[in-house]
């Protein structure tokens, strides 16, 4: 039989501009960049993927620019000759000689199921065994840094349909000073949407007692990562006290970390995210370790363009549950597009496509020419 074989993998650094700055605790975004995975096989199939953090180095240990290196460098002579309908094969030869570097395995995965997909006619969803539904409801992120400017963007949206789920990015300002904007922007909203806030690790764990128990009397629903990764024993006991429900974000930077967290019972809600498990496979392992550990599940995001947010897509739409929604707002957050057709958005949801692999056309004009040159 003859296999198709990868022939060749190229990578290239996007800059986008993003509708506005986006404040998180480590970082203010002007504009997002992400790395572009080419995969070209034999058989004439070219597979894409994409690798994309936030802030440089402010958020993970993968860089747009060491993930290009890296790739270009270490992963694409190991893989090129390989059989590329294989994706076991090529990715455990990966784990073996390449350590961590998630957010670059996760755009190689990618880019092999969308090969796939292409070969056989099928979605990236059915290669991972099939969907169970066809649309995902997004969360977005009201990160102005202004309170009334994040109202006035919450009812905009809850007008246009488009969101219902709000998360507040705090962490940087006064504990005191967060909270006054959070509970301002639940009571402005009430019962129309679901408010949960991101703390990206930024208290310590005496001042997460105290702003948990204020959260949760106030009508927040969720709160992510309040403490640091590395604290522990902290998130074991916050998730004991924490009247709202904690989950896990930052903490989980593998497979196996998803485990040891479930062990320890330090979160009640576990993030998902394919660049931190190493591709939409692999990030369906995390969920397994979840389901088995009654922990409820939340599709996460980098922030990544149409091809990263889709291959999550892809994996979250196989999901028996998604208690907590997703927040695949990523396109949303850009101003421009480097495919062709745009992920589609309506009725608070991303409508996931039934096209062959993810269901994306590179829009090779506009690659070209927000190309870091
Ligand atoms: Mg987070």
Redesign the pocket.
């Known amino acids: 039989m003859n296999y198709p074989l990868i022939e060749r993998i190229s990578t290239t650094i996007v800059d986008l501009p993003t509708i506005r700055p986006h404040k998180l605790a480590m970082h203010t975004m002007q504009q997002q960049t992400l790395v572009i995975i080419r995969l070209r096989c034999s058989d004439g199939i070219e597979g894409v993927g994409e690798s994309t953090t936030i802030g440089g180095l402010a958020y993970g240990n993968e860089s747009p620019e060491s993930i290009k290196q890296n790739i270009d460098r270490y992963f694409a002579p190991m893989l090129v000759g390989l059989d590329a309908s294989n994706i076991n094969s090529a990715m455990q030869r990966l784990d073996k000689v390449i350590k961590g570097n998630t957010f670059a395995k996760s755009g190689i995965e990618s880019a092999l199921l969308d090969a796939q997909g292409k070969r056989l006619g099928l979605p990236v969803s059915e290669l991972l065994g099939g969907r169970v539904r066809d649309s995902l409801e997004v969360a977005w992120t009201l990160a102005s840094g202004d309170t009334a400017r994040d109202i006035a963007e919450a009812e905009q949206m809850l007008d246009q349909r488009r969101h219902r789920i709000f998360k507040l990015k705090i962490g940087a300002n006064e504990v005191a000073h967060d909270l006054r904007h959070v509970i301002a922007i639940k009571q402005a909203l009430g019962e129309r949407a679901s408010v949960r806030v991101?703390v990206?690790q930024y208290w310590d764990e005496s001042q997460a007692i105290r702003a948990c128990q204020v959260l949760g009397d106030n009508g927040i629903d969720l709160i992510?990562?309040p403490i640091s990764r590395i604290n522990r024993a902290g998130q074991v006991r916050l998730n004991q006290r924490s009247p709202a429900p904690i989950m896990a974000?930052?903490s989980i930077e593998s497979v196996e970390d998803a485990f040891s967290l479930a062990a320890d019972g330090a979160a009640s809600v576990f993030?998902l995210k394919i660049a931190k498990n190493g591709g939409p496979r692999a990030v369906l392992r995390t969920a397994q370790i979840a389901e088995a550990a009654g922990i409820a599940l939340y599709g996460?995001t980098m922030l990544e363009g149409s091809i990263g947010t889709l291959a999550s897509a892809h994996a979250f739409i196989t999901l028996n549950a998604l208690t907590w929604h997703t927040e695949l707002f990523g396109p949303l957050l850009l101003t421009e597009e480097i495919v062709v057709e745009a992920p589609v958005y309506r009725d608070f949801a991303l409508h996931v496509p039934r096209t062959p692999g993810l269901g994306l056309t590179l829009d090779e004009e506009r690659l070209a020419f927000f190309s870091r040159r």
């Open positions: 991101d990206n992510e990562q974000d930052e993030a996460g």
